[in-house]
């Protein structure tokens, strides 16, 4: 019995402190990682969505969720420190950029612009697609709410990903800003329903993710 107690108090133990260095992947990097550009109201809707999407979650995924309205909080105008939830695996949290039918996130009905990407539902292919040619005025009126959105919300997750360890730590960190300030001119233009500057993002937002393969797969 005594075995046990001990056995336990140690995974206990070993557990906090896994958990303790998670959180500082999240919170350690916030000088460089976090840049508080999102506007409050953009913030508060992804956090309503979330905290909805979080009721029947299951621990994983809560996780993951957590973890994102942290970082999109955190890149609000104005926003307050607050304590970091404990980082998700990192093959986790990329997951969401996978198309829906592969289990990642998918995006917003509003989004689908195109058959070929409703058919998809993915964040990754959905940028992708925005990479591969100009959106007609039409659909730019379409999608630009949601984009800009689904465009914090990538920024948050980038910003996520800047403490994680890496053999060549200066080149993913670089990745991951680079990733984070796409991500913002993206929901920009899409605010300013600017097709020319939705285009531009994307580029630089496909560039990322291919590097990001590079380097992390």
């Not at 956090?47 to 979650?57: F, N, P, V």
């Not at 080149?171 to 913002?184: C, Q, Y």
Request: hydrophobic share 45%.
């Amino acid at each position: 019995m005594k075995k046990m107690i001990g056995a336990c108090a140690v995974g206990s133990f070993v557990l906090a402190i896994l958990a303790a260095n998670n959180a500082g992947i999240l919170a350690g990097a916030k000088g460089s990682a976090y840049k508080q550009v999102i506007p409050a109201d953009a913030v508060a809707e992804i956090t309503k969505r979330g905290q909805a999407k979080l009721k029947g979650s299951n621990a994983e995924a809560a996780g993951v969720e957590a973890s994102i309205l942290y970082a999109v909080a955190q890149n609000g105008k104005g926003a307050a420190e607050a304590k970091a939830p404990p980082a998700p695996d990192l093959d986790v949290l990329m997951n969401v950029f996978r198309n829906k039918a592969k289990k990642g996130e998918g995006i917003h009905p509003d989004l689908h612009y195109h058959p070929k990407v409703k058919n998809q539902d993915g964040m990754e292919s959905f940028v992708m697609a925005l990479a591969a040619k100009k959106l007609s005025d039409e659909n730019v009126a379409k999608v630009s709410a949601e984009l800009a959105l689904l465009s914090y919300r990538m920024a948050g997750i980038a910003s996520l990903t800047y403490g994680y360890p890496m053999k060549n730590q200066a080149k993913w960190e670089k990745i991951s800003i680079d990733m984070r300030d796409a991500s913002f001119e993206l929901a920009e233009a899409a605010t300013a329903k600017n097709a020319e500057g939705i285009f531009a993002a994307s580029k630089k937002l496909e560039t990322t993710c291919i590097d990001c393969h590079k380097a992390y797969r």
